[in-house]
């Protein structure tokens, strides 16, 4: 028995049934975690004297009295001194840190390359990216050296890197989890979320961590509740909703069979196919890099050696193009063109998507347009690594939850099936995941990481 392989519920399920003890689990993760992260480089702190199930968070995500450094030289010596509302929460119901995950510099990126120290390798082939921002979170999972993981998500980067690594990763509703100690990239995007073995598990996580919180006021009062029967209610007569824009042009055509394949399935488990439009999408990618790069200027200016950080020379290269372009874009003068127009299209799009949900309850297609890429591929070319993201920013644009569930292989790589929900809908978006899960059982396959 590999205890390693277990999903959260069958952690829980087996610590609770003493099948192994809290020591044995640590141990085994800590035994791993020795011989593939110099191999994978997925954490960039191990904490190794813990008790408890072992979870992966991401390093824009803080953790008293441990190292958080956002992926940044800026903040290489930062510990912060209280956790993020999130952490608390897990930490409340008998998780353990076992790690700070590597991530893109303050989680500007889409294939881990952008971290100051060095890029999380791909567990299915370590010439591949894993995916970002939130790379080492997703890595993690895939690989077996945590049991789930936190990830953030401001345009996509739980969904596409666990795409990538062949995991499961959600993006709730914007507001669903606090965003209270978050290292805060684009405020009005960003959003915490679980990446996990199987759907269930993010359906725990999701009820672990999301609720009120006095330091975000973003957050409802109610918090996610999944009842395993409501997720496991199965989707017939379930409208599933096809938007054309997002299977043209720029889609690789192996990618797009594994995608059709996936749609096919839940036709076949009593789905309603049908047809809607999000006419705006052509849009989305210019109005996100003018709003993300608007509020990381104004974010980044908190890291002056004052307040935060160190000398401002230690921030990346990508950092600086967002510092340069959103100060651009906010600029007297520019503004109108730029950052208002950017909103009048952020609000098209959310009324895209309540139009389509009028006709379909979820939205159904794939998230990223291709399979892992090679490392240093698109290092040199922003606008090409921008494209990665054409299918995943929309959501966060309108503030709606979306799931990547793994639908197949293309070459030997995973393939992820993006499942987007009106907002607040995540159960309807996890139950038609795990109808998917269980028919497929495509968890059930790993890396095979004997080198
Ligand atoms: N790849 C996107 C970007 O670089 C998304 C990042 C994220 O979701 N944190 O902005």
């Known amino acids: 028995m590999d205890i390693t392989k277990f999903t959260l519920i069958e952690t829980i399920r087996g610590l609770k049934e ?172 960003d959003q915490i979320g679980p990446i996990t073995k199987s759907v269930e598990d993010a359906a725990l996580v999701l009820e672990w961590i999301s609720g009120p919180d006095l330091y975000d006021s973003n957050c409802p009062n109610e918090k996610f509740t999944m009842q395993p029967s409501r997720l496991k209610a199965g989707i017939k007569g379930l409208k599933i909703g096809i938007p054309k824009e997002y299977f043209g042009k720029g ?31 052509k849009y989305a990618l210019a109005a996100y890099y003018i709003i993300v790069s608007s509020e990381v200027s104004s974010n980044m200016a908190r890291f002056d050696g004052i307040r935060f950080g160190s000398n401002r020379g230690n921030f990346g290269a990508e950092v600086k193009r967002r510092i340069m372009l959103g100060t651009f874009a906010l600029s007297a003068g520019f503004w109108d063109e730029y950052y208002s127009k950017a909103a009048k299209v952020r609000t098209l799009i959310k009324q895209d998507f309540e139009k389509a949900f009028e006709k379909a309850d979820v939205i159904v297609g794939p998230v990223s347009p291709t399979t892992a ?23 966060n644009l309108a503030g709606i939850p979306g799931l990547s569930v793994p639908c197949g292989f293309s070459e030997g790589l995973p393939v992820g099936l993006q499942i987007l929900g009106k907002e607040w809908n995540e159960g309807i978006v996890l139950k038609v995941g795990y109808a998917y899960e269980q028919a497929t059982k495509r968890q059930l396959k790993k890396p095979d990481l004997k080198f």
């Open 251 to 281: 889609l690789d055509s192996k990618v797009k069979e594994v995608v059709e394949r996936a749609i096919k399935k839940l036709e076949e488990l009593g789905g309603k196919i049908v047809e809607v439009s999000l006419p705006n999408s």
């Open 373 to 395: 890429w090679d490392l240093g591929d698109k290092v040199g070319d922003p606008l090409k690594m921008y494209l990665a993201d054409i299918y995943t920013i929309s959501a």
């Open 18 to 189: 003493k099948q192994f003890s809290q020591e044995e689990l640590k141990n085994a993760y800590l035994s791993r975690i020795n011989t593939l992260n110099p191999k994978l480089n997925i954490f960039l702190v191990i904490k190794k004297n813990n008790t408890g199930i072992p979870a992966g968070i991401k390093d824009v995500i803080l953790t008293k009295g441990i190292k958080t450094t956002a992926g940044s030289k800026i903040l290489s010596n930062y510990i912060p001194p209280y956790n993020a509302t999130a952490v608390e929460k897990l930490l409340n119901q008998g998780i353990s840190i076992i790690g700070k995950t590597n991530c893109d510099e303050f989680a500007m990126g889409g294939s881990g390359e952008n971290s100051a120290y060095q890029p999380t390798k791909n567990p299915w082939d370590l010439t591949k990216v894993t995916g970002g921002s939130s790379s080492g979170s997703a890595a993690c999972v895939a690989a077996d050296l945590a049991v789930f993981a936190l990830g953030s998500d401001t345009g996509g980067s739980i969904r596409q890197p666990s795409s990538l690594c062949g995991v499961i990763g959600l993006k709730p509703t914007y507001g669903r989890v606090s965003r209270y100690g978050l290292i805060a990239m684009a405020s009005s995007l």
